[in-house]
């Protein structure tokens, strides 16, 4: 068993910028690969980024640019800069290994 837990989100001002964290314990060490989905109100959950045990990642076309994954150890970090309203969703951290793992959600919210 793997388990997330998120900090980081909140409101925020177009253009401005927040960083996401997620801890990941118990069973660590097969994850291999972490990374972020969001969910914005009446729509499905979308990969914004995920980043591999080598350190390769990939990101959604919407994000690339503007926000960057980086991993440390057991945490995994979002940075987003340049925040624009359409980023507002619920975050949710995930981490996989044989299954997918998720986070309880964080919410974003960007405000024009």
């Known amino acids: 068993q793997v388990q997330l837990v998120e900090s980081g989100g909140g409101l925020v001002q177009a253009g401005g910028s927040l960083r996401l964290s997620c801890e990941a314990s118990?069973?660590?060490?097969?994850?291999?690969?972490m990374g972020w989905y969001r969910q914005a109100p009446g729509e499905e959950r979308e990969l914004v980024a995920g980043?591999?045990?080598?350190?390769s990642g990939n990101y959604a076309d919407s994000v690339t640019g503007r926000f960057t994954i980086s991993r440390d150890k057991d945490t995994v970090y979002l940075q987003m800069n340049s925040l624009k309203v359409e980023d507002t969703a619920v975050y949710y951290c995930?981490?996989?290994?044989?299954?997918?793992?998720w986070g309880q959600g964080t919410q974003v919210t960007v405000s024009s």
């Open positions: 118990g069973r660590v060490f097969g994850i291999t690969f």
């Open positions: 995930f981490a996989y290994m044989y299954q997918y793992y």
């Open positions: 980043i591999r045990t080598d350190g």
